[in-house]
C-alpha cells in the first residue's frame, strides 16, 4: 500500500501563486509514476500535471495550466510538489495526488492507472 498525503492548499486571488506537495509513504519503492488530478464542483476529474520517478517524463502538464503550472520531484523525500503560478478563478477545485505503480502504454494522463490516491486539498481562486 501506498499513501500518497496532499498539502498547501488554500485560498488566493487571481493571478497569485500556490505550491501543493504530496508525500508518498508506504512500500514506495515500486513507484512509476506521481500525477495531479483536480475536480471542480459540478465537473469530472481531470488530469494536470505528472511526472515520472525516474525522470524520463518530467512536467507533463494539461494544456489548460500549461505555461503556469509546473510539477516537479524530490525521490530522497518522496515528494511531488505542484507550482501554480497566475492562478485563475476556473483553478478553483480540489486537486489530489495520486501514485501509479505500473508503466503500462497508457499515457500518463489516465486516471485509470493510478492506484492510489490522496484526500485532497481544496485550492480556492478568487476574482
Known amino acids: 500500500q501506498v499513501q500518497p498525503v496532499e498539502s498547501g492548499g488554500g485560498l488566493v486571488q487571481a493571478g497569485g501563486s500556490l505550491t501543493l506537495s504530496c508525500v508518498a509513504s508506504?512500500?514506495?519503492?515500486?513507484?512509476?509514476?506521481m500525477g495531479w488530478f483536480r475536480q471542480a464542483p459540478g465537473k469530472e476529474r481531470e488530469f494536470v500535471a505528472a511526472?515520472?520517478?525516474?525522470?524520463?517524463?518530467?512536467?507533463n502538464v494539461a494544456d489548460s495550466v500549461k505555461g503556469r503550472f509546473t510539477i516537479s520531484r524530490n525521490n530522497a523525500k518522496r515528494t511531488v510538489y505542484l507550482q501554480m503560478n497566475s492562478l485563475k478563478p476556473e483553478d478553483t477545485a480540489v486537486y489530489y495526488c495520486?501514485?501509479?505503480?505500473?508503466?503500462?502504454?497508457?499515457?500518463?494522463?489516465?486516471?485509470?492507472?493510478?492506484?492510489?490516491w490522496g484526500q485532497g486539498t481544496q485550492v480556492t481562486v478568487s476574482s
Open positions: 495520486a501514485v501509479r505503480a505500473m508503466n503500462r502504454p497508457f499515457p500518463l494522463a489516465s486516471q485509470m492507472e493510478y492506484e492510489y
Open positions: 508506504g512500500r514506495t519503492g515500486s513507484t512509476y509514476a
Open positions: 511526472i515520472t520517478w525516474s525522470g524520463t517524463i518530467a512536467n
